[in-house]
Nanobody
């Protein structure tokens, strides 16, 4: 089992920045380094892929909607993954989730573990 806990969400003005963090724990991480991704879900919408980082951190992939504004990074020593979000827009308002999977995936159903989510609200 892997447990994921997100933090860092909150209220920010348009054009502002937030840094989300996700702490991973669990015995499985010792044997199965995992790909870590970020998703978000706005009310009435499907869960949307944002970014993913490979097990070693050498490969990243972003959705077009956030490319150039968001940066994913990980610290394997601390078992954390972060999402630095800049130039935030009202349409970025959503609940943000981190997820862990056996590979570098963009589809939500391919992830094995999910955090509880953290709310990000961008006000205009």
């Amino acid at each position: 089992q892997v447990q994921l806990v997100e933090s860092g969400g909150g209220l920010v003005q348009v054009g502002g920045s937030l840094n989300l963090s996700c702490a991973a724990s669990g015995r499985s991480l010792i044997y199965y380094p995992m790909g870590l991704g970020w998703f978000r879900q706005a009310p009435g919408k499907e869960r949307e892929f944002l970014a993913v980082i490979s097990r070693g951190g050498g490969r990243t992939y972003y959705a077009d909607s956030v490319k150039g504004r968001f940066t994913i990074s990980r610290d394997n020593a601390q078992n954390t993954v972060s999402l630095q979000m800049n130039s935030l827009k009202p349409e970025d308002t959503a609940v943000y989730y981190c997820a862990a999977g056996r590979g570098t995936f963009v589809n939500a159903h391919e992830y094995d573990y999910w955090g509880q989510g953290t709310q990000v609200t961008v006000s205009s």
